[in-house]
């Protein structure tokens, strides 16, 4: 079965500073989609970037970019230039091609620091 | 404007009276699926459905039903509702595969059982 990690429960970055979220997954397959979501206070789930697993170039949108290591089955996140409206959950989310199922892992709540 | 709308987004109930959550969907999804989450436990799957009449059990059915009649429509029905099942609820929904394959979430329903 798939699983989702992401070891970091918490972390916090100085506002303008670079943070990097951490995440693995496993999986058997070599067809996937790779998220990442941000749920800010008002809960809404929000996607942040995306990652086919065939794609070998790192996904980006903005400050954000992802770290995909495909052969290590690592996906981190990348947030540059911090700021306050970042402060959020962060889940990282597997889909298999399989049977369309989305996996999340814990989730690592960011904190900004002004 | 293509959204996940879920209803209510608060509900306080006791313990044994039956509740459901509405979910509706406009983007002609084939997939949706309930989630609860809950602290230090990420985002778990209750029950999803790849198209109208099936539906199958996620990782944490026990306690909840739902059913599929049209595809927009996803209620998640709990019949005697427990303490235990106190929760952050979400709906979501996909497009079944191939691209564009994140999930839309709906802005969550906070369930208190007492």
């Known amino acids: 079965a798939q699983t989702v990690t992401q070891s970091q429960p918490e972390m916090s970055v100085q506002e303008a500073e670079t943070v990097t979220l951490s995440c693995t997954y496993d999986?058997?397959?070599?067809?996937?989609?790779l998220f990442w979501y941000k749920q800010p206070p008002s809960r809404q789930m929000i996607l942040v970037i995306r990652?086919?697993?065939?794609?070998?170039q790192n996904a980006t949108e903005n400050r954000f970019s992802v770290n995909f290591q495909k052969a290590a089955k690592s996906f981190s996140l990348k947030i540059s230039d911090s700021q306050l409206g970042d402060a959020a959950m962060y889940f990282c989310?597997?889909?298999?091609?399989?049977?369309?199922?989305?996996?999340f892992g814990k989730g690592t709540r960011l904190h900004i620091l002004p | 404007e293509a959204q996940v709308t879920q209803n209510p987004r608060y509900l306080i109930t006791v313990t044994g009276k039956k509740l459901t959550v509405t979910c509706s969907q406009n983007m002609n999804h084939e997939y949706m699926s309930w989630y609860r989450q809950d602290p230090g436990l990420g985002l778990r799957q209750i029950y999803y459905?790849?198209?109208?009449?099936?539906?199958d059990k996620g990782d944490v059915p026990e306690g909840y039903k739902v059913s599929r009649k049209e595809k927009r429509n996803f209620p998640l029905i709990l019949e005697s509702p427990s303490p235990n099942q106190t929760s952050l609820y979400f709906c979501a929904s996909s497009k079944k595969q191939g691209q564009n394959t994140e999930a839309f979430f709906g802005q969550g329903t906070r369930l208190t059982v007492v």
């Open positions: 990652q086919e697993a065939y794609k070998q």
């Open positions: 989310a597997y889909r298999g091609n399989r049977d369309d199922k989305i996996i």
């Open positions: 999986t058997s397959e070599s067809d996937y989609y």
């Open positions: 459905s790849m198209n109208v009449e099936v539906t």
